[in-house]
């Protein structure tokens, strides 16, 4: 799968993150305990400034040209190795967009600022009525004169206190004949834009890290269309197809698993109880491997030509359960001392962990989405040949 | 929960329930939990003045009531409506507190209304953390344990130690006592624990409650019966879960539907529902059979029961939020809550450990 | 639950089996070897020889007046020690029918050849299109001066092939508003009526146990209707729910249970392998506690007065899974050997058991249908009134 | 399948495929099932010149076919189709057999097409079920092991016994020696097996093929593969399944609509998907890491492989039956057949077990 360029190449990514990331930050990212936005800010300038920001994008804009395969080990390596994960709004999810179908204008005013880790970006997609059904968004936009009057209400905004700038779906045409159409991709700039509200929504973990947003005849210039007016629902497509080939996060499964055999390796546990987390650790490695084995698979294909298919949807799906086993597990091999809540040593909040590690079956395309989706496409967009040999009832 | 035709159980359920849904809403209790969050401590003026009301010390404290079998019933009902009602309140410590001093014979030994907090080794059967050493007039206590459930409010801690002949002594002692330290914090699931350390404490005589080997009943007593009343706790949670689940499916809308029109969620909820069914039932029973003391029939439906519980608390706990979506995970509704208490349960009551330990009760070579 | 009486009865019950059921049919039944029809039918016999044969009949009809309780050990106990299973068709399925519905004549003369085992009945119910969607069935009967003449075709008949007279529900009125409506019941002599063709299904354990049954005009007298005309969907609902207080077969469960404990005490496995296997024997062994208590439950409430609820779909549910899981763990404990096919010794054909219990999860109801009920039930047929607490944004 | 653009991969492929689908379909070839049923044996005119004239043995036994990798992938590709076709020639016993001769280093002792099945216990890493005795001019071997696949059809028994002194041996013994009771019967897959005891069969020194420790290295070679081919035969059986169960979504209607159109199927049906899925690419990652021959990372591979195709057949084949309803019990529709398949691979590679090996391969405290 990979050549000897590839796998030197990793461990050159390795090097980099024990060299150039924060000791105290990269036991914090390891240990799941808090790593505040300005430490994520510095690590993502440590990687631009070696190039390493966005290697993904087009050479022209700052990206590297590295082939698919070394994309996919830099991004698992970083990963593994304890990196601050960078926040993916403008990165990985407008950037690309904007590149396709923003103006010359757009590109120039704010991909390198994404670039840089200057903006930081939220994204406007979720409402409370449209959350996995996005095509029912409801917030309005009208275009008066050369600006954008709009009113609604965003809703699971993450990070929006914290962001310069939003990208945004609105209804540009409530009459269209499909609820798909009609809706327009907008750009927002959160802090100088009046009528903008954002409320925090606390989770139970006690962290504000998404938001309500309320749109009350907030104005943006028209210019801040990006693509064709009532197109925004193509360019979602392209949003969430982005970063398929790591969408299984294995490289951050490989290092829960890691942190956890030390835990388990360290802690007192003896006779059957040690045994039983063992087992449990020996059965997610196992099936780690597999989903690795597929993730490498999607990589090859897609290396040759081939767009990802179910194994997207599949490593998503299987991607979050592994994650979700590994910070329980955590807590298993930890006992009571696990559901204590506070600040002081890497037992307590893990929990609280586990947790917030629910999030990750719900976000970007829930598990039920994922099923829906590839049970379209098995059972009825495509008609797939059997191969299985017929009975005589068949 | 159980069936009963029990006059004072369905009035003591009445008033639970009408203290922990009617009286004191979800938004105002779980103010409580974010002024505990806060660093105040428990604020025991609000609900804990109503609880004692409703006699939850007498419940488990009386003399008479030890004798009678209606009384776990009667602590099953509260445990029950505390967990549905997601309440912080300690009253399940506080009930096993007075009833271990009931047990041991010496009730009289706690003031009334004083909490009085059991050691977790004693709830959980585990060798004791703590050792005692004779001295003029008293005993020299050292040791830790950790996670107390309710010894953040604890004003006396039972604890058992060890003298150097190996002979078990149960103390009440003062949480307040030179030489004790109690670290007071908050569970994810809101409620209050501590870690208890002592440190060469030298003891009041008085503070001794009993000792030697007859100890050993009241603890495999005491043992049995928190397992059971924990799992009624979770068991209420479950209920509230289903519940709130069950009303999201009806009322949530996506894709022009409510999302219970959805066959795969449909299924999902039902078996939610099965499996808090099995839980519920397998607990009334071993509770019945428990009112006849810890004997090896009593402890294999416990087994049963504890092990039906966790495995259906983490169901329902992973179920709730996921078909909650992002509203599962946020403070102001209860689903994340009702998460956090069901996921507390099923790991202090390990389903895995549970069925081995059940394994060792009924060694399969006896039946061949 | 029980009282002192109760279980002293299921002792007598327990007495009666190891006295007067022949011990090689009974070590059969216990391994899970083919029991015939003939020996079958001479346990029959002896049950109705004690008065045992339909303890929930009414009295007048041979029944014994005992209390749901007592019918409830009488059959868990049988289960338990090993007896064959009288078949259903007549006894619990036909008679509860026939004796709200039937006419005097018809129970006069089908009623004691149900009790006494002379007459065999099969169930014709499911057709080629309708299994578990009954209510969509196709065979037509008309009403032909004093005859009904039927055309059509039914599927799944257990035990066609050896049954002196078949229920079948028929379609006589093809215009009703609802399929549900113009269904009737008809009895049918299977001996003796010309056009009636019984030919086999064979399933892959090499039996013939069911069949596909076809009536080319097959003629029956209009006596033969039960109850009224296009009424029958009714009567289908008291065959179904019918029996519902054993529907986990708790009895049953317990003697695989036992059964395999012991194979598993006279076996050589040792260290891991048989650490393993304990483990799921006691993880079976607790889930079956919690299936006999929800039974108990259901139980004690029916004899307040309560029908059966979702209890007894969960109970079919789950005392199906129950099974599945002993027979599959009965193949794990005896290894490799399990898997040969052949009558000789007790090793061989576990795994073709254990492939005949994948059907308590397909019949009498799929798991599926259970579920599609329950949940019917709960989301819309009733509203239950929350418990739950609360939140703000409820 | 492994992803490859090897011609001979490919074409072989396409034989045996055109083979089982469209030469031999599933009434042919489950006429023969039934007629071994009846006693007569596994009739051998039929379907197995055919696998012949592919090249089966070639494949495995030529010399320079086991210094190329290729020749594994080559093997994984006839496992495969055996398994989604349901065939139940011992086309896979044959190959492995031939194999073992080859990597002993001592293919030619076999002759031309001549049956050579392998001891279950070289094929499972297990301690011989026979010892030998050095006489003049030979051994007398005694012993018994069970269950060897194929073995009703073998001309040749490659087992293995020690000496008194310890030392492994390798015999080709003919099945038909004096001596040795070869007991065949069939399998619920339908496929032919054997029970074979040596009673104090005296050999001849030619049936000794090789001997000393250096055969530890060709067995624990044949292990490996002969375990990950199985796992081919199971990822055929399961795509087939998977097929067919897709089909009966799309086409059986229940209540006025495809049975597909229920969610609660849809999702089961993607999750017997997904785990085919991993399944087949951790199968072909294990094979390819396979041809370095069996080192550490190569039975790490092979754990993972294993575990996940007995956890995925296992549940395929149980959905399978069940989405089928009364069909999936039937004789005549292969949904049975791929449940029986399925089950008797989970049976004979037990998860747990191969979970429980993984474990040890990587203890925990080397990462500490």
Same mark, same amino acid.
């Given at each position: 799968?990979?050549?000897?360029?590839?796998?030197?190449?990793?461990?050159?990514?390795?090097?980099?993150?024990?060299?150039?990331?924060?000791?105290?930050?990269?036991?914090?990212?390891?240990?799941?305990?808090?790593?505040?936005?300005?430490?994520?800010?510095?690590?993502?300038?440590?990687?631009?400034?070696?190039?390493?920001?966005?290697?993904?994008?087009?050479?022209?804009?700052?990206?590297?040209?590295?082939?698919?395969?070394?994309?996919?080990?830099?991004?698992?390596?970083?990963?593994?190795?304890?990196?601050?994960?960078?926040?993916?709004?403008?990165?990985?999810? %407008?950037?690309?967009?904007?590149?396709?179908?923003?103006?010359?204008?757009?590109?120039?005013?704010?991909? @390198?600022?994404?670039?840089?880790?200057?903006?930081?970006?939220?994204?406007?997609?979720?409402? @409370?009525?449209?959350?996995?059904?996005?095509?029912?968004?409801?917030?309005?936009?009208? %275009?008066?004169?050369?600006?954008?009057?709009?009113?609604?209400?965003?809703?699971?905004?993450?990070?929006?206190?914290?962001?310069?700038?939003?990208?945004?779906?609105?209804?540009?045409? @409530?009459?269209?004949?499909?609820?798909?159409?009609?809706?327009?991709?907008?750009?927002?700039?959160?802090?100088?834009? @009046?009528?903008?509200?954002?409320?925090?929504?606390?989770?139970?973990?006690?962290?504000?890290?998404?938001?309500?947003?309320?749109?009350? /005849?907030?104005?943006?210039?028209?210019? /801040?269309?990006?693509?064709?007016? /009532?197109?925004?629902?193509?360019?979602?497509?392209?949003?969430?197809?982005?970063?398929?080939?790591?969408?299984?996060?294995?490289?951050?499964?490989?290092?829960?698993?890691?942190?956890?055999?030390?835990?388990?390796?360290?802690?007192? %546990?003896?006779?059957?109880?040690?045994?039983?987390?063992?087992?449990?650790?020996?059965?997610?490695?196992?099936?780690?491997?597999?989903?690795?084995?597929?993730?490498?698979?999607?990589?090859?294909?897609?290396?040759?030509?081939?767009?990802?298919?179910?194994?997207?949807?599949?490593?998503?799906?299987?991607?979050?359960?592994?994650?979700?086993? %590994?910070?329980?597990?955590?807590?298993?091999?930890?006992?009571?001392?696990?559901?204590?809540?506070?600040?002081?040593?890497?037992?307590?909040?893990?929990?609280?962990?586990?947790?917030?590690?629910?999030?990750?079956?719900?976000?970007?395309?829930?598990?039920?989405?994922?099923?829906?989706?590839?049970?379209?496409?098995?059972?009825?967009?495509?008609?797939?040949?059997?191969?299985?040999?017929?009975?005589?009832?068949? | 929960?159980? #069936?009963?035709? #029990?006059?004072?159980?369905?009035?003591? +359920?009445?008033?639970? #329930?009408?203290?922990?849904?009617?009286?004191?809403?979800?938004?105002?209790?779980?103010?409580?939990?974010?002024?505990?969050?806060?660093?105040?401590?428990?604020?025991?003026?609000?609900?804990?003045?109503?609880?004692?009301?409703?006699?939850?010390?007498?419940?488990?404290?009386?003399?008479?009531?030890?004798?009678?079998?209606?009384?776990?019933?009667?602590?099953?009902?509260?445990?029950?409506?505390?967990?549905?009602?997601?309440?912080?309140?300690?009253?399940?410590?506080?009930?096993?507190?007075?009833? =271990?001093?009931?047990?041991?014979?010496?009730?009289?030994?706690?003031?009334?209304?004083?909490?009085?907090?059991?050691?977790?080794?004693?709830?959980?059967?585990?060798?004791?953390?703590?050792?005692?050493?004779? *001295?003029?007039?008293?005993?020299?206590?050292?040791?830790?344990?950790?996670?107390?459930?309710?010894?953040?409010?604890?004003?006396?801690?039972? =604890?058992?130690?060890?003298?150097?002949?190996?002979?078990?002594?149960?103390?009440?002692?003062?949480?307040? !006592?030179?030489?004790?330290? $109690?670290?007071?914090?908050?569970?994810?699931?809101?409620?209050?624990?501590?870690?208890?350390?002592?440190?060469?404490?030298?003891?009041?005589?008085?503070?001794?409650?009993?000792?030697?080997?007859?100890?050993?009943?009241?603890?495999?007593?005491?043992?049995?019966?928190?397992?059971?009343?924990?799992? $009624?706790?979770?068991?209420?949670?479950?209920?509230?879960?289903?519940?709130?689940?069950?009303?999201?499916?009806?009322?949530?809308?996506?894709?022009?539907?409510?999302?219970?029109?959805?066959?795969?969620?449909?299924?999902?909820?039902?078996?939610?529902?099965?499996?808090?069914?099995?839980?519920?039932?397998?607990?009334?029973?071993? *509770?019945?059979?428990? $009112?006849?003391?810890?004997?090896?029939?009593?402890?294999?439906?416990? $087994?049963?029961?504890?092990?039906?519980?966790?495995?259906?608390?983490? !169901?329902? +706990?992973?179920?709730?939020?996921?078909?909650?979506?992002?509203?599962?995970?946020?403070?102001?509704?209860?689903?994340?809550?009702?998460?956090?208490?069901?996921?507390?349960?099923?790991? =202090?009551?390990?389903?895995?450990?549970?069925?081995?330990?059940?394994?060792?009760?009924?060694?399969?070579?006896?039946?061949?």
């Amino acid at each position: 799968m990979f050549s000897e360029e590839d796998t030197a190449f990793a461990d050159e990514v390795r090097d980099f993150v024990h060299s150039n990331l924060d000791q105290d930050v990269r036991r914090r990212v390891i240990c799941a305990q808090p790593v505040s936005l300005e430490e994520k800010r510095v690590w993502h300038a440590t990687l631009a400034r070696q190039g390493w920001a966005a290697p993904h994008w087009p050479v022209e804009w700052g990206g590297t040209g590295w082939s698919p395969a070394k994309n996919y080990l830099f991004v698992e390596t970083l990963a593994e190795e304890g990196a601050p994960e960078l926040s993916p709004f403008g990165l990985q999810l %407008l950037a690309p967009v904007l590149i396709r179908y923003g103006t010359e204008q757009q590109k120039r005013s704010y991909l @390198p600022k994404i670039l840089s880790g200057e903006h930081r970006w939220c994204q406007g997609f979720s409402e @409370p009525g449209a959350g996995s059904d996005l095509a029912s968004l409801k917030t309005r936009a009208v %275009l008066d004169g050369d600006q954008w009057v709009i009113n609604g209400q965003k809703m699971w905004t993450t990070v929006a206190h914290a962001a310069d700038m939003m990208f945004c779906l609105v209804r540009t045409d @409530p009459d269209a004949p499909r609820p798909q159409m009609g809706i327009s991709m907008l750009l927002i700039d959160m802090k100088n834009t @009046p009528g903008v509200d954002v409320r925090p929504i606390m989770l139970l973990n006690g962290e504000r890290t998404t938001n309500e947003v309320y749109f009350d /005849n907030a104005r943006v210039p028209a210019a /801040n269309l990006v693509g064709e007016v /009532n197109e925004g629902w193509n360019y979602t497509r392209v949003v969430l197809g982005n970063e398929r080939l790591n969408i299984a996060r294995v490289g951050l499964c490989k290092r829960q698993l890691r942190h956890l055999e030390q835990v388990v390796g360290r802690s007192g %546990l003896s006779g059957e109880g040690r045994k039983r987390i063992r087992r449990h650790i020996a059965g997610v490695a196992l099936d780690l491997m597999s989903v690795e084995a597929l993730s490498l698979r999607m990589l090859g294909r897609y290396q040759l030509g081939d767009a990802p298919g179910f194994e997207a949807n599949f490593l998503k799906l299987k991607g979050a359960e592994l994650q979700q086993r %590994l910070t329980r597990l955590l807590v298993e091999a930890t006992g009571p001392s696990a559901l204590r809540l506070g600040a002081d040593g890497e037992d307590s909040n893990l929990l609280k962990n586990h947790f917030d590690t629910r999030v990750v079956s719900i976000y970007g395309g829930s598990s039920e989405v994922q099923r829906n989706i590839v049970a379209k496409g098995m059972l009825g967009l495509t008609k797939p040949a059997s191969t299985a040999v017929k009975g005589a009832r068949a | 929960m159980i #069936d009963t035709q #029990d006059d004072v159980r369905r009035m003591l +359920a009445d008033g639970v #329930d009408r203290l922990l849904e009617r009286e004191y809403g979800f938004e105002q209790r779980d103010a409580m939990r974010k002024a505990m969050a806060t660093g105040q401590g428990l604020d025991k003026s609000v609900l804990w003045p109503r609880l004692e009301e409703l006699g939850i010390f007498m419940l488990a404290a009386d003399k008479d009531a030890v004798q009678d079998p209606a009384s776990l019933g009667h602590m099953s009902v509260v445990a029950e409506a505390m967990g549905r009602g997601l309440a912080i309140e300690p009253a399940l410590p506080a009930m096993l507190g007075a009833r =271990l001093a009931a047990l041991a014979g010496t009730a009289g030994v706690l003031a009334d209304g004083q909490l009085a907090v059991v050691a977790p080794s004693i709830l959980h059967g585990r060798e004791s953390g703590f050792g005692a050493e004779a *001295m003029d007039g008293g005993w020299r206590l050292s040791g830790q344990e950790d996670v107390w459930l309710g010894g953040d409010a604890a004003q006396i801690l039972l =604890l058992s130690a060890r003298d150097m002949q190996g002979v078990p002594h149960l103390f009440a002692m003062p949480a307040d !006592q030179p030489g004790v330290t $109690c670290t007071p914090y908050q569970l994810f699931d809101g409620r209050g624990a501590a870690n208890v350390a002592l440190n060469s404490v030298e003891t009041n005589p008085a503070y001794l409650v009993a000792q030697g080997e007859a100890l050993a009943d009241a603890f495999e007593r005491i043992e049995l019966e928190a397992s059971l009343l924990n799992a $009624c706790d979770a068991v209420g949670a479950m209920r509230g879960a289903n519940a709130l689940t069950l009303e999201q499916l009806q009322t949530r809308h996506q894709f022009g539907r409510p999302i219970g029109a959805f066959q795969a969620l449909q299924h999902r909820m039902v078996d939610m529902s099965l499996v808090l069914e099995l839980a519920d039932a397998l607990v009334a029973q071993a *509770m019945v059979a428990a $009112c006849n003391g810890p004997d090896a029939g009593g402890w294999r439906l416990a $087994c049963g029961a504890l092990v039906r519980t966790a495995l259906s608390s983490r !169901q329902i +706990a992973e179920e709730t939020v996921q078909m909650h979506g992002g509203m599962g995970l946020t403070e102001e509704y209860p689903a994340a809550h009702y998460f956090a208490r069901l996921t507390s349960f099923e790991l =202090l009551y390990p389903a895995e450990e549970w069925t081995e330990r059940f394994a060792r009760l009924a060694p399969l070579d006896k039946a061949a």
